[in-house]
């Protein structure tokens, strides 16, 4: 498909485990971005990259979230020591440097019981 | 003070309503003012994007930015109970920066 995909859709895990979540981004866009939206609430950023600078991590939480994009492409969110706080929809999206606009993945669900 | 100011609803109206939402801004520096539709359990879809003031229309769809009062809308004509969703303003700076997200505002349409 041409979109945003992200896996896995839903994710369940206990708390103190470490998970990772997947977003491949449009081909070509050279910026990626993940937010994350608790129930009823807004986008709260996290960290977004564009082509091969330093990324801008301003957003994360703690020291537990980390991301990685390799080769300009795929990126990986790693949550560490997860805790019930860390319950939310991790959304990505990317964009391409000529426009604004982002185009979002359908997120990941996680859970931690 | 939040850089992106929005009212969350939840907002309902009967069907063909005209609906405003709108969103309020802190920094003049922003540049890029765009409205996301959110679907429940979907992911954010854009809508509209504009960079200067005044009034862009699409469809049923107008976004509105007045950037004297950092004030930006939209406005839903004829609405019908499928616009029933969450929507986002977004503020940027510039094409390739990230954007700031208003809080969102559920919205319904009674048939």
């Known amino acids: 498909g041409a979109g945003v995909s992200q896996s896995p859709s839903n994710k369940v895990t206990e708390k103190g485990k470490d998970v990772e979540l997947r977003c491949d981004p449009i081909s070509g866009h050279t910026a990626l971005y993940w937010y994350r939206q608790s129930l009823g609430q807004g986008l709260e950023f996290l960290i977004y990259?564009?082509?091969?600078?330093?990324?801008?991590k301003s957003g994360l939480p703690s020291d537990r979230f980390s991301a990685e994009r390799t080769g300009g492409s795929v990126s990986t969110l790693t949550i560490q020591r997860t805790q019930q706080e860390d319950s939310a929809v991790y959304l990505c999206?990317?964009?391409?440097?000529?426009?604004?606009?982002?185009?979002f993945g359908p997120g990941t669900r996680l859970t931690v019981l | 003070q939040k850089e992106v100011e929005q009212d969350p609803g939840p907002l309902s109206v009967p069907e063909g309503a005209i609906v405003s939402l709108n969103c309020t801004y802190s920094n003049s520096a922003f540049q890029y003012f765009m409205w996301y539709r959110q679907y429940s359990r979907k992911g954010p879809e854009l809508l509209m994007y504009t960079y200067s003031s005044g009034n862009k229309e699409d469809g049923r769809f107008t976004a509105q930015v007045d950037k004297s009062s950092k004030y930006i809308s939209l406005f839903i004509r004829d609405s019908q109970p499928s616009d029933s969703a969450t929507y986002l303003c977004?503020?940027?700076?510039?094409?390739?920066?990230?954007?700031?997200f208003g809080s969102g505002t559920r919205l319904s349409i009674r048939p």
């Open positions: 999206a990317s964009s391409s440097s000529a426009l604004p606009e982002q185009f």
């Open positions: 977004a503020i940027g700076y510039s094409s390739a920066s990230k954007i700031i």
């Open positions: 990259f564009q082509g091969n600078s330093a990324p801008d």
